[in-house]
């Protein structure tokens, strides 16, 4: 157990629906990253915030959007869902950003776009 | 962050040490060398990461080069559970962001 949590664990919806995922960092960790694991990408970065600033930015669609609360958990929103957003959605926590921080992942969100 | 490169699967017998090599032969001064595996659709899981010297957990040992141009992790005495990809990062230690840029990795496959 990485200390990482992530619900719900599976979501089924319908093309052209929105949906969040939440995350909870591990007890401490002020970074939050979210990663998409589909067949034909394989592990990408999505997006990262630090104490709830945006800090990074990788391949991330303009239909998605995060966030970061006071509490430090995270939301990601997917919205317009397309049947290529099937994915698994990972959340991993860091305690600051330093590059050399280890990064703990959570189990994931499985997301079925039909 | 310097690109690495590592065989798409290995085979290993159970008990046996399996030896993952990883080749990240543009690797700067201050980069890190990070393994992570992901067991079967689970969340990846960090496994050990090095500068230059040699290191050693209670999961594995890391293998650097003297040049650093290349890394191999170790898996003492592999289990089936170990079966899974092991991915191998390149991560500039003074950068201001800590994603993780994950390739293709290794599947290893631990067979009894």
């Known amino acids: 157990d990485s200390g990482v949590t992530q619900t719900p664990k599976h979501l089924i919806t319908a093309t052209g629906q929105r949906v969040t995922l939440r995350c909870s960092p591990r007890?401490?960790?002020?970074?939050v990253y979210w990663y998409q694991q589909s067949l034909d990408q394989g592990l990408q970065f999505l997006i990262q915030?630090?104490?709830?600033?945006?800090?990074a930015k990788g391949n991330i669609l303009e239909r998605f959007s995060a966030q970061q609360f006071p509490d430090l958990h995270s939301e990601l929103n997917l919205s317009s869902l397309e049947l290529g957003d099937s994915a698994l959605y990972f959340c991993?926590?860091?305690?600051?950003?330093?590059?050399?921080?280890?990064?703990?992942f959570g189990p994931g969100t499985r997301l079925t776009v039909l | 962050d310097a690109k690495t490169t590592q065989p798409p699967s290995m085979d290993c017998a159970e008990g046996r040490a399996a030896n993952l090599p990883c080749n990240h032969s543009?690797?700067?001064?201050?980069?890190?060398v990070y393994w992570y595996r992901q067991i079967h659709s689970q969340g990846p899981q960090y496994i050990i990461h090095?500068?230059?010297n040699n290191e050693t957990n209670e999961m594995a040992s890391l293998i650097i080069t003297e040049d650093r141009k290349s890394s191999t992790l170790i898996l003492p005495h592999a289990t089936l559970r170990d079966t899974a990809v092991y991915y191998c990062?390149?991560?500039?230690?003074?950068?201001?962001?800590?994603?993780?840029?994950f390739g293709q990795g290794t599947t290893l496959q631990v067979k009894p």
């Open positions: 991993a926590s860091s305690a600051t950003i330093s590059g050399t921080d280890t990064q703990y």
């Open positions: 007890s401490g960790d002020l970074s």
């Open positions: 915030y630090y104490n709830g600033e945006e800090r």
């Open positions: 543009t690797i700067s001064g201050n980069e890190y």
């Open positions: 090095g500068l230059k």
């Open positions: 990062i390149v991560r500039v230690s003074s950068s201001n962001t800590g994603k993780l840029i």
